[in-house]
């Protein structure tokens, strides 16, 4: 009977011994390995391609805020070129009405007819205004060199 017991012992243990490599290899087997990483890799994938629908829907608001910038900035062009046009296109207007341009040339023309043609004003020395006979311009000042 002491054999028998020993079969069975043999038995048993081959029968644990199955199950706990069975998971023991499972665990540290290389396809635990290969699906570990396969998984891994997967999760990265879906991470970056979240982050591309990301980025992409980022450069869309970007371009579509740049084509309204543009937009407006070519409204604003031709607003500036349309005055422009308008303001080519009407008359100038003088800085003085023709009335006030009339009396200015009338009174140019009364000053010339005042002036002496014969007297040069550039040689003359510059009078003195003040009441007092006092600095340069006094009569009989005797000029020292």
Known sequence: MSWIIGILLVAV??????????YWLHE????????????????????????????FATASAL??????TQDKLKAYLHNS???LER?????????FAE??????????????????????TTDAPIRDYSDTKSGLFKKGSKKTS
């Open 99 to 120: 009335d006030t341009m009339r009396q200015l040339r009338m009174a140019n023309k009364i000053n010339d007819d005042r002036k002496r043609p014969g007297q040069d």
């Open 87 to 95: 303001e080519q296109s009407q008359p100038s207007l003088p800085f």
């Open 28 to 55: 540290h087997s290389d396809e635990a390995r290969l699906t570990e990483e396969v998984t891994q890799s997967r999760e990265q994938l879906a991470a970056y391609q979240r982050e591309v629908v990301e980025h």
């Open 63 to 68: 371009v579509e805020q740049l084509e309204q």
């Open 81 to 83: 070129q349309d005055i």
């Open 13 to 22: 243990g081959a029968v644990i011994g199955v199950f706990v490599a069975r």
